[in-house]
């Protein structure tokens, strides 16, 4: 039976089995609603559908307002589960497309009815459904937003709403809000500028808060800030609900930004606002403006930063040398955007640390290549933040291409942070067999999945069956022909931000620090067991996104406590969390965490 899965999965289980408490036999305390009715039914926060028990319905006044048979959550769940499989059934054969949207339609009229029975189906069935919420599917989403909309959720702010925010603010209906996710929609994953229709990210990202990072639904809060589109296409559509005007630009942009934070702060002060799919310039400066004043991050930048920081160190242990040969490994990056400037800042700055040299001397291994091929001193109008990472073209000439770079220096790393679908070539896949690694790693991380550098499939063919593969989107693990399995890693930032929102919430600290998202990096380059790591796996199995995200949660608490930064979370004050082991951090971390089960409604005026 299919509720056997929810009896397997507890909040409190450890990633490798062991004794699983079944959460389904916990008494659940009350919740608070201010509703009766059939204003209850219509809210999918407090909506149990037919499992409202008959007590419940006398209480609320729903008798008469539903069928008479009590259906229980688990029927519910069965009966969920059953339909979204016969859906599989009977689109078998039909265009990818079509069926991951029909999918993605099932599931988001569940979130729109009833949210504790979708989380929890998200959350058992994570591995299934995360490809449907979250990407590559969302790209697929966003992209037709404006015709699959239905009902709204989240909040937008435009630019004709200035001067308006500090009040728009208070008509979302929950009191408290602890994990925000906005966009401008002028980057999304690597489609480009979607505008309005961007807020698909959000909403995807703030699922995963949920189902990862065991955030309460009713505390998240997806943001568009709509400042127009450059997407002539999107403008010329009759049917696109965003502003039909380009983007704001310079001073009038900014000033709309720091309208909404300010606004978002004066309302809950307590809040962790995570910024995604910024355009790069835009990230950069919205990063280096808030990030001392307000508790944010921009997770392209930091939170792609530390994933990909795991996977460099997890492939020096791959390939079977001590961490500390990490100084050693060369690095090609292709895309210099917000997420390839990230990464290649931070993997420098640790092989800084780990050798004891300055940033300038670090970089000497790293090769940054961006749309006009490798970037050398040489190169006119360079962009002040990709400077440090210039080569000098005595070494390799100004704008070589990928395969020239790769011929040439015989790196131990390809990554690809670009956007461009298929750029690792058969060609440039052959050239890394040439590497100067045993295991020569390919990461290519650039989502969704058409977008990805290369596929999986032809990164064994061509680079050699021995390679370390990663990508952003999933693929199917390959087999190969020396009959053993190549590997496939989810290459995505999804293993870090829930722990690092989780973990900056539970410790109220004030802002996020370098020292926190390094801690974050670091617990997930140490998750995996050496035998794993030998086997070419990387990261953990999604199915134990729950797990990683308690460790990374810890992580980053410690590490702000460490920076004297913290101001504790509810009854739990700075002093309890700096005495707090690291077993009672994991353990503060994972108590805190939501689980959706119906709670009795009591209802208050
Ligand atoms: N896996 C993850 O966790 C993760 C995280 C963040 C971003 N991403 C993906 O990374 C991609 C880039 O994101 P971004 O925010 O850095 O975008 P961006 O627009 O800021 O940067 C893209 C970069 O790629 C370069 N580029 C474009 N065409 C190129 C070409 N033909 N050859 C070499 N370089 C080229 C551009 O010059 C630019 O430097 C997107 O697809 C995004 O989905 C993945
Ligand atoms: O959204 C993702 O899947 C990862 C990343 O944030 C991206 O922008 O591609
Ligand atoms: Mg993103």
Known sequence: MMWRNIARFSKAAGRTGGSRRCLSTAIPGPCIVHKRGSDILH????????????????????????????????????????????????????????????????????????ETLYYRVLIDNIKD??????????????????????????????????????????????????????????????????????????????????????????RVLPIMLDVGTNNQKLLQNPLYLGLRQPRLEGDEYLEIIDEFMEAAFTRWPKAVVQFEDFQAKWAFETLDRYRKKFCMFNDDVQGTAGVALAGLLGTVRAQGRPLSDFVNQKIVVVGAGSAGLGVTKTAVQAVARM???????ATKNFYLIDKDGLVTTERSKLDPAVVPFAKNPAEIREGASIVEVVKTVRPHVLLG????????????????????????????????????????????????????????????????????????????????????????????????????????????????????????????????????????????????????????????????????????????????????IYSPLVHEK
């Open 355 to 361: 050798a004891g040299i300055s940033f300038a001397e």
């Open 417 to 596: 942070l670009s956007g461009v679908g298929g750029i690792f070539n058969e060609e440039v896949l052959k050239a890394m067999r040439e590497s100067d690694s045993c295991k020569p790693a390919i990461f290519a991380m650039s989502n969704p999945t058409l977008n990805a550098e290369c596929t999986a499939a032809d990164a064994f063919k061509h680079a050699g069956e021995n390679i370390v593969f990663g990508s952003g989107s999933p693929f199917e693990n390959v087999q190969l022909e020396n009959g053993n399995v190549g590997h496939v890693n989810q290459a995505n930032n999804m293993y870090l931000f829930p722990g690092i929102g989780l973990g900056t919430l539970l410790s109220g600290a004030r802002i996020v620090t370098d020292g926190m998202l390094l801690a974050a990096a670091e617990c997930l380059a140490s998750y995996m067991t050496d035998e794993e790591v030998q086997k070419g796996i990387l990261y953990p199995s999604i199915n134990n996104i729950r797990h990683i995200t308690a460790e990374v949660g810890a992580a980053v608490l410690r590490a702000a406590v460490s920076d004297d930064i913290v101001e504790g979370h509810g009854d739990v004050g700075p002093r309890d969390l700096s005495h707090m082991s690291k077993e009672e951090t994991v353990d503060y971390i994972t108590r805190n965490m939501w689980f959706p």
């Open 129 to 218: 459904f995360a490809p449907i919420i979250y990407t590559p599917t969302v790209g697929l989403v966003c992209q037709n937003y404006s015709g699959l909309y239905r009902r709204p959720r989240g909040m937008y702010f435009s630019a004709k709403d200035k001067g308006e925010m500090m009040s728009m603010i208070y008509n979302w209906p929950a009191h408290q809000v602890d994990m925000i996710v906005i966009t401008d929609g002028s980057r999304i994953l690597g489609l480009g500028d979607l505008g309005v229709q961007g807020i698909g990210i959000p909403i995807g990202k703030l699922d995963m808060y949920v189902a990862a990072a065991g955030i309460n639904p009713q």
């Open 43 to 114: 809210d999918p926060w407090f909506n149990k559908d037919t499992g409202f028990p008959l007590t419940e319905r006398d209480r609320l006044g729903l008798r008469g307002l539903l069928p008479p048979r009590i259906i229980s959550f688990e029927q519910q769940y069965d009966r969920f589960i059953e339909s979204f499989r016969s859906l599989e059934r009977n689109t078998l054969g039909q265009p990818d497309n079509v069926v991951s949207l029909a999918k993605w339609r099932i599931l988001n009229r569940l979130h729109d009815r009833n």
